[in-house]
Nanobody
Framework: QVRLVESGGGLVQPGGSLRLSCAASGMLFRVYAMGWYRQAPGKQRELVATITSGGNTNYVDSVKGRFTISRDNDKNTVYLQMNNLTPEDTAVYYC????????WGQGTQVTVSS
């Protein structure tokens, strides 16, 4: 059974940082691209960042220069380092991976507020 478990969310002030983690199990993690998505209240889920099996990364324009996606294949974990957070980054963040991004985690809440 495949599981993706996110952690690291929370409440942070504007300008602050958080590091999200997503631990995968039950899948051959190292061969698949992984991604982070987010969904804000009243909005559609959007892709935030992806990382291929080879480590190539891609970001939505709104987070370029602030967020960094990375992966540790030995730990079957993908990370999202988020810096200089703004209230517009408030959302539930999900990780996804596997063939055609079949698998999803349960999400972790990130709230940016003073």
């Amino acid at each position: 059974q495949v599981r993706l478990v996110e952690s690291g969310g929370g409440l942070v002030q504007p300008g602050g940082s958080l590091r999200l983690s997503c631990a995968a199990s039950g899948m051959l993690f190292r061969v698949y691209a992984m991604g982070w998505y987010r969904q804000a209240p009243g909005k559609q889920r959007e892709l935030v960042a992806t990382i291929t099996s080879g480590g190539n990364t891609n970001y939505v324009d709104s987070v370029k220069g602030r967020f960094t996606i990375s992966r540790d294949n030995d730990k079957n974990t993908v990370y999202l380092q988020m810096n200089n957070l703004t209230p517009e980054d408030t959302a539930v963040y999900y990780c996804s991976g596997g063939p055609a991004y079949l698998y999803w985690g349960q999400g972790t809440q990130v709230t940016v507020s003073s």
